[in-house]
């Protein structure tokens, strides 16, 4: 007769009981927060604290880099599946709360299967051991540069880099550790810790002082010169550019000290621990707002297809966004335009400024295409979903001079100086967090003194595009036949 002692059939009956359980658990299924734009972004029933990531850079852009991702995070509910955003890596393991955890994926989701359900309001330490791979980004994520590699990961990439909750909905810290050979330069977000070399390889320490959406995570990789002076207060200022370019783009850089000035006298103290610009040698057709380091192509300062005046404009458009869309990030996605409407506002308002085209032609010119914007691509604040695997076609006109004609029309309606208090209030009461389009228009009713959910209404959500106060003459032009209703 077999016999089997008790704690033999202890640890069999434990096996049974995990198998039934596995066994009658959902099927892992892609999740996400109910985004209108992106139905199945962002994860439910946590909300992530920080993020460590390291890699490891093999000295080639062609090539998968190693990593380690640890996630620190609060359970908002009952996990049983814990799902993270994840695609372009092969994930070798993880753990959650310090013990191994099952995982498969579903779509662009990691599903994590923890030993034991995690009880709301729990901690949850999630540590997966992956690669990342820049090969075919062609649709976000990592950017393979002429001497290695930056990131942009609007408006869902950062996924394509590393797990995460990939909404800006929910911030959080981050802390890079980046090895590489030491003939590279290694920049990221923040400020910068620790170097030290072992075996032939740096590893390099970055981290935020503020919280950060993971669409604006960047590190730079390649053989880059760090230009280091000061703005406005004795704020570090750090452009990281080719080196070799360096002396040529000097005219360029110098130029963010007194660009950042003028951005604080509109909208207040600038809410990061450094700013300075990323110039990487790549063809990306857009430049991006990543945090504390704007992402820039060489070709925008070294050609001569622009004006000083539009180049110039452009770099404050970048700056904007550190207040507006950075340091105040979207809830949704269909609240885009306070991103981009606010850093086109600044942008145009900067070249009326500073000799470019006027403040008043260019809203005029934009009045006159607006419907025709809203026909295409929905009104600002109610976008249309993007096209079939083209999910940057959220970015299309009617959020950026579409939008910045809102606040053109915002300030006629309520006067300079509302406006002015408006915008001051906006990046100081939101400042490390998340806001909606209805937080702004209740901040301006307040402001103003009176209800502004008509004006708003018109604005932000009409098919047509509402008279302009002050100028009643001003005429949008019909739409073409043909255009998406």
């Known amino acids: ?40 972004l962002g994860n439910p029933g946590y909300d992530v604290r920080s993020y460590d990531i390291g890699l490891a850079y093999p000295g080639s852009n062609d090539k998968p880099l190693e990593a380690v991702t640890r996630i620190e995070a609060r359970a908002t ?8 955003d994840f695609a372009r890596g092969t994930v070798h393991s993880v753990e959650v709360n310090g013990e191994p955890a099952r995982f498969e994926t579903a779509d662009e989701d990691l599903v994590v299967t923890p030993r034991s359900a995690v009880r ?3 901690p949850l330490r999630i540590t997966v051991r992956h690669t990342s791979d820049p090969r075919g980004a ?37 802390t890079f550790r980046i090895t590489a050979p030491p003939k590279l330069t290694v920049v990221a977000n923040g400020l910068p810790g620790p170097r030290t070399t072992r075996a032939g390889h740096t590893t390099w320490t970055y981290r935020t002082r503020h919280p950060m959406a993971t ?23 750090r452009d990281v550019v080719p080196a070799a370019a360096a002396k040529k783009l000097e005219p360029w850089l110098r130029k963010t000290p007194g660009q950042l000035a003028w951005m604080e006298s509109k909208a207040g103290p600038y809410p990061f621990e450094t700013y300075g610009v990323l ?20 070709s925008l300062f070294s050609g001569t297809s622009y004006p000083q005046w539009y180049v110039d404009s452009v770099m404050v458009h970048e700056l904007a966004h550190q207040w507006f869309g950075d340091s105040v990030s979207p809830h949704s996605w269909s609240d885009l335009w306070l991103n981009e409407g606010h850093a086109t506002w600044y942008e145009a308002l900067y070249a009326d400024e500073h000799g470019g085209k006027t403040l008043d032609t260019r809203m005029r010119d934009a009045y006159r295409a607006s419907d025709g914007w809203r026909a295409s691509g929905g009104p600002p604040a109610a976008p249309r979903a993007p096209e079939p695997g083209q999910k940057i076609s959220i970015f299309r006109p009617v959020v950026y001079d579409g939008s910045a004609l809102v606040l053109y029309a915002l300030r006629r309606e309520i006067g300079g ?26 901040l301006a009713s ?36 043909g255009h998406k209703g």
Not at 279 to 298: N, V
Not at 423 to 441: G, I, L, M, N, Q
Request: net charge neutral; charged share 20%; aromatic share 8%.
């Open 279 to 298: 110039i990487a040698d790549t063809d990306t057709g857009f430049e991006l707002e990543t945090q504390t380091l704007s992402l820039f192509e060489h």
């Open 138 to 174: 062609a649709d976000g994520g990592w950017v393979r540069t002429a001497d290695g590699l930056a990131m942009a990961n609007q408006a869902d990439a950062a996924h394509r880099v590393f797990p995460c909750n990939d909404h800006p909905a929910d911030k959080a810290f981050f």
């Open 120 to 122: 709301a309001g729990s």
């Open 77 to 84: 509910a009952m996990l049983r599946h814990i799902n993270l």
């Open 417 to 442: 100086t509302a406006f002015a208090r408006v915008e001051h209030t906006w990046a100081s009461r939101y400042r490390d967090r998340s806001a909606t389009s209805a937080d702004f228009a209740a």
């Open 446 to 481: 307040r402001i103003a003194g009176r209800d502004l959910t008509g004006f708003f209404q018109g604005w932000l959500y009409g098919k047509k595009t509402p008279p302009m106060p002050g100028h009643p003459d001003w005429r949008s032009a019909r739409p073409r036949q």
């Open 215 to 237: 669409e604006l995570a960047q590190v730079s990789i390649g053989d880059s010169a760090v230009i280091h002076r000061s703005g406005p207060h004795g704020l570090p200022v």
């Open 1 to 40: 007769m077999l016999f089997i002692s008790r704690r033999s059939r202890a640890v069999l009956l434990a096996a049974a009981s995990a198998a039934l359980v596995a066994a009658t658990l959902p099927a892992p299924v892609p999740l996400g927060i109910g985004d209108p734009l992106f139905p199945h």
